[in-house]
């Protein structure tokens, strides 16, 4: 015991000293069952428009703002925008090679307080910026595959996607484009061309940064200086970035490890999907340090004591799904998936009743307002 507490002390004083705390996921790979009403006040569902011309398929990144709903199908590469009631409002953007055309749109991201919507052009390096009416506006090129985005003060910080030709990680740009800063690896190491997506996500007005080279967490201020935030230890199943890349013919070498996907957190609370023999996620409280993986049966997400609705899960996604409201936790509901008569009397089923959604609908949206 006092061995035990000596080793404790020691970790915590390590871990004050390099700045990093350590996220202990390796020890919450088993489901825990819990209701999402101690977690969440609420939830709220919201049925998008289904029409010709706003189908939405299987993957899409899904951006909820104050006004509107923005969604980036992949398969058609386009850009959805409906109303906060799923009303579909208009189509952003055209692909094609001409003037205001992207080629293809990787991820998006949305500006409220300008209402501009970015279209990352990825493997151009092109960032195409329009209107939420759809007007296009400008174009930003900037030296790297950028496939993440988010705003720093004034600016904008973009990520980098193929680490396999550049050493250069990321870079801040001007509303107008202005290359401000930018930085490189200087590792002297070379990657080969990776399925896995670095990522960005902001927490009580800082912006944290993940690389999938390895598993930390930095927080980056407006010179692009980075500090280890958080180190998630995986045990066993953590993927080395050297000998598991995704190389072209070979495959991805990742079998028996552990892969993070995009990362949200609100206030104190991190959520964080994970692939391990199946799609779960795990909530990380900061405060408290505790951390656990919802799930049932085998299935991840909440039980849903508020609406008797399916589990509440956080999607394990290359693409964003996300909301921009404080305190809220965006998901959506595959319709395909719904049988109305696997539920009791709730909220939830009356909410299939009132809009008659079936298989082919367009997926739902769920929003969870945390407490």
């Not at 101690?38 to 919201?46: C, D, G, K, W």
């Amino acid at each position: 015991m006092k061995h035990s507490f000596l080793m404790t002390m020691c970790l915590f004083y390590v871990c004050s000293i390099f700045g990093q705390e350590t996220i202990p996921l390796k020890h919450a790979l088993s489901l825990t069952e819990c209701k999402v009403s101690e977690y969440a006040s609420s939830i709220e569902y919201i049925p998008l428009e289904t029409t010709d011309d706003c189908l939405i398929g299987d993957e899409f990144s899904l951006i909820v703002a104050s006004q509107d709903i923005f969604v980036h199908e992949f398969g058609d590469q386009k850009i959805y925008r409906f109303d906060r009631n799923g009303k579909y409002l208009n189509t952003i953007g055209k692909k094609g090679q001409g003037p205001g055309e992207y080629v293809s749109i990787y991820s998006i991201y949305v500006d409220e307080s300008t209402r501009e919507c970015f279209l990352l052009d990825t493997f151009s390096g092109n960032v195409h910026v329009y209107d939420y009416d759809g007007t296009y506006k400008r174009k930003i090129h900037v030296p790297i595959a950028p496939c993440r985005m988010t705003k720093m003060g004034n600016n904008y910080v973009m990520v980098q996607y193929l680490l396999d030709v550049s050493t250069c990680e990321m870079v801040l740009v001007t509303p107008e484009g202005k290359l401000l800063k930018e930085y490189s690896r200087n590792d002297g190491k070379k990657y080969g061309f990776s399925i896995f997506l670095p990522f960005l996500f902001t927490s009580n007005d800082a912006v944290y940064y993940k690389s999938h080279l390895s598993e930390y967490i930095y927080s980056i201020d407006e010179k692009l200086k980075r500090k280890k935030a958080y180190w998630i230890d995986l045990g066993k199943k953590q993927i080395n970035a050297e000998e598991d890349q995704y190389r072209l013919g070979k495959g991805s070498m990742t079998q028996g490890k552990l892969v993070i996907s995009t990362i949200s957190a609100h206030e104190n609370l991190m959520f964080i999907p994970y692939a391990d023999k199946g799609r779960f996620f795990a909530v990380y409280n900061t405060i408290s340090k505790k951390i656990f993986s919802p799930g049932v049966d085998g299935k991840a997400g909440f039980i849903d004591d508020l609406t008797q609705g399916p589990l509440v899960d956080v999607p394990y996604s290359l693409y964003l799904i996300t909301s921009l409201q404080k305190n809220q936790l965006a998901t959506y509901i595959y319709m395909a998936d719904i049988d109305i008569n696997d539920y009791s009397d709730g909220e939830f089923k009356q909410f299939l009743k009132k809009h008659k959604l079936d298989e082919f609908s367009n997926p739902v949206v769920r929003l969870v307002n945390l407490k």
